[in-house]
């Protein structure tokens, strides 16, 4: 069966997320990586006028979103652009978006792994070398937690999005107070906001762009939405807002407490760069507050990425585009037992490779390719299907194109290369599904 419209109901997933849990797995997914080390790794490239780049990265993800949420209303199906490009492109583009997927959120998940690490080793006075080890243990853990269903995943997300919550609006209070009533330089710092290349500033969009992209978690989850037309558009758009706030402010205090390029020195060299901020603002209470922070948002993005890659993987395995064992719910759970192990071993796989930034910005470069695609699906939806003007779509899809090539060419490189063998992958599946056809 190679339609993913007729696959028996026994092997669909339940209906159980409203707006309101759909919209705190959208922020799980993005409150994490987004806050704790993408604003930093953009300071180091563009300095003060990464504030800039979280805005315009959020203008860019708001078109995306607008592409995702239109879709994903019309075909509220597990596995996202994959399967949208399946509907909309044909099956070349739609296998290329779920490969592209597969690879940039897998090396989210890694990046949000080390993270959670780099803040659980420093919290308990550890040695850095430990953090491999704790980053390994945090992957197996939380499959283990979205192996139980959805409902006890979305409950255990719902606890940790709003731990993380609380810990970023204290940093946020006490570091503004801070820095008006302490830091020298904040005009002149604020002045600079427009100062950076091109070039530099380009790439903070790129790196700041992935920050926003766990709001398509909501769509990739949409076979487990309830009334997918109203819920999802809703959900998608709350998280995008409450995002953005959240990255603006953050980056402004970062800035006007230390400076951007010590921000960005920071984020590249401490495994926890918010919590040595916090330590100028003078109150030990706020450093422990966003460590534990630190610790659930990171647990929230890894989390949401492994249901939302399971998710694709089982799409693809419905398709046989990936082995059909992957395209499996179980009937006890109403999970996708195998994909969500598959995952899990692809995440440790690239945790081993220890680097945080390396898999940050391979995940940029793929991501964009994907969104790409998503807004090319939107642009061919009907007037019956649309709900925002074509434009919107159009504007995505080009600021996606354009910026993708203006990240570091070693991670380019390395993104055409994952393109390239996904094509080889997919021209293998394709001869075994037509061999498989043709078996009397």
Same mark, same amino acid.
């Given at each position: 069966?190679?339609?993913?419209?007729?696959?028996?109901?026994?092997?669909?997933?339940?209906?159980?997320?409203?707006?309101?849990?759909?919209?705190?797995?959208?922020?799980?997914?993005?409150?994490?990586?987004?806050?704790?080390?993408?604003?930093?790794?953009?300071?180091?490239?563009?300095?003060?006028?990464?504030?800039?780049?979280?805005?315009?990265?959020?203008?860019?993800?708001?078109?995306?979103?607008?592409?995702?949420?239109?879709?994903?209303?019309?075909?509220?199906?597990?596995?996202?652009?994959?399967?949208?490009?399946?509907?909309?492109?044909?099956?070349?583009?739609?296998?290329?978006?779920?490969?592209?997927?597969? #690879?940039?959120?897998?090396?989210?998940?890694?990046?949000?792994?080390?993270?959670?690490?780099?803040?659980?080793?420093?919290?308990?006075?550890?040695?850095?070398?430990?953090?491999?080890?704790?980053?390994?243990?945090?992957?197996?853990?939380?499959?283990?937690?979205?192996?139980?269903?959805?409902?006890?995943?979305?409950?255990?997300?719902?606890?940790?999005?709003?731990?993380?919550?609380?810990?970023?609006?204290?940093?946020?209070?006490?570091?503004?107070?801070?820095?008006?009533?302490?830091?020298?330089?904040?005009?002149?710092?604020?002045?600079?906001? #427009?100062?950076?290349?091109?070039?530099?500033?380009?790439?903070?969009?790129?790196?700041?762009?992935?920050?926003?992209?766990?709001?398509?978690?909501?769509?990739?989850?949409?076979?487990?939405?309830?009334?997918?037309?109203?819920?999802?558009?809703?959900?998608?758009?709350?998280?995008?807002?409450?995002?953005?706030?959240?990255?603006?402010?953050?980056?402004?205090?970062?800035?006007?407490?230390?400076?951007?390029?010590?921000?960005?020195?920071?984020?590249?060299?401490?495994?926890?760069?918010?919590?040595?901020?916090?330590?100028?603002?003078?109150?030990?209470?706020?450093?422990?507050?966003?460590?534990?922070?630190?610790?659930?948002?990171?647990?929230?993005?890894?989390?949401?990425?492994?249901?939302?890659?399971?998710?694709?993987?089982?799409?693809?395995?419905?398709?046989?585009?990936?082995?059909?064992?992957?395209?499996?719910?179980?009937?006890?759970?109403?999970?996708?037992?195998?994909?969500?192990?598959?995952?899990?071993?692809?995440?440790?796989?690239?945790?081993?490779?220890?680097?945080?930034?390396?898999?940050?910005?391979?995940?940029? #470069?793929?991501?964009?390719?994907?969104?790409?695609?998503?807004?090319?699906?939107?642009?061919?939806?009907?007037?019956?299907?649309?709900?925002?003007?074509?434009?919107?779509?159009?504007?995505?899809?080009?600021?996606?194109?354009?910026?993708? #090539?203006?990240?570091?060419?070693?991670?380019?490189?390395?993104?055409?290369?994952?393109?390239?063998?996904?094509?080889?992958?997919?021209?293998?599946?394709?001869?075994?599904?037509?061999?498989?056809?043709?078996?009397?």
């Amino acid at each position: 069966m190679t339609d993913i419209d007729n696959f028996s109901s026994s092997n669909s997933l339940k209906r159980e997320l409203g707006v309101f849990q759909a919209m705190m797995l959208g922020l799980g997914s993005i409150i994490g990586t987004g806050v704790f080390i993408s604003i930093g790794i953009a300071a180091e490239v563009a300095g003060n006028t990464v504030l800039l780049a979280i805005v315009c990265a959020a203008i860019l993800a708001l078109c995306n979103g607008i592409s995702s949420a239109q879709l994903a209303a019309n075909h509220p199906v597990s596995g996202g652009t994959y399967e949208y490009g399946y509907r909309w492109l044909g099956p070349r583009l739609g296998f290329t978006a779920g490969w592209l997927f597969m #690879f940039a959120k897998s090396a989210s998940a890694a990046t949000a792994a080390l993270g959670l690490a780099g803040y659980f080793t420093l919290m308990n006075g550890m040695a850095p070398d430990d953090a491999l080890l704790y980053a390994l243990i945090s992957v197996l853990l939380l499959a283990l937690v979205a192996l139980t269903g959805m409902k006890r995943s979305s409950l255990a997300n719902t606890v940790i999005v709003s731990i993380t919550l609380l810990s970023l609006v204290a940093f946020i209070i006490s570091g503004l107070y801070y820095s008006t009533s302490n830091a020298k330089s904040s005009t002149t710092e604020l002045l600079t906001i #427009f100062t950076a290349e091109p070039g530099n500033m380009l790439e903070a969009i790129a790196l700041m762009f992935v920050a926003y992209t766990g709001y398509g978690r909501i769509a990739t989850l949409g076979e487990e939405v309830k009334r997918p037309r109203r819920t999802i558009p809703a959900s998608i758009m709350t998280t995008l807002f409450v995002s953005m706030t959240l990255y603006f402010l953050i980056g402004l205090v970062a800035i006007l407490s230390v400076g951007a390029r010590q921000f960005g020195s920071l984020a590249t060299t401490e495994t926890a760069p918010l919590t040595e901020i916090a330590k100028v603002f003078g109150n030990p209470a706020v450093v422990w507050a966003i460590s534990i922070g630190a610790i659930t948002a990171m647990l929230g993005v890894l989390l949401n990425l492994i249901l939302g890659l399971s998710r694709v993987l089982l799409a693809m395995g419905r398709r046989r585009d990936v082995p059909e064992c992957f395209g499996k719910v179980h009937q006890k759970t109403g999970v996708p037992r195998v994909a969500i192990l598959g995952v899990a071993v692809v995440i440790t796989l690239l945790v081993l490779s220890g680097d945080v930034k390396m898999t940050w910005s391979f995940s940029a #470069f793929t991501v964009l390719i994907y969104y790409a695609l998503t807004n090319l699906c939107a642009i061919r939806l009907t007037e019956n299907e649309r709900f925002y003007p074509k434009w919107i779509s159009v504007a995505g899809l080009f600021g996606c194109l354009f910026i993708a #090539f203006w990240i570091e060419w070693r991670v380019l490189c390395a993104g055409i290369s994952v393109l390239v063998l996904g094509q080889l992958w997919q021209t293998v599946a394709q001869s075994r599904k037509i061999a498989i056809t043709e078996v009397p």
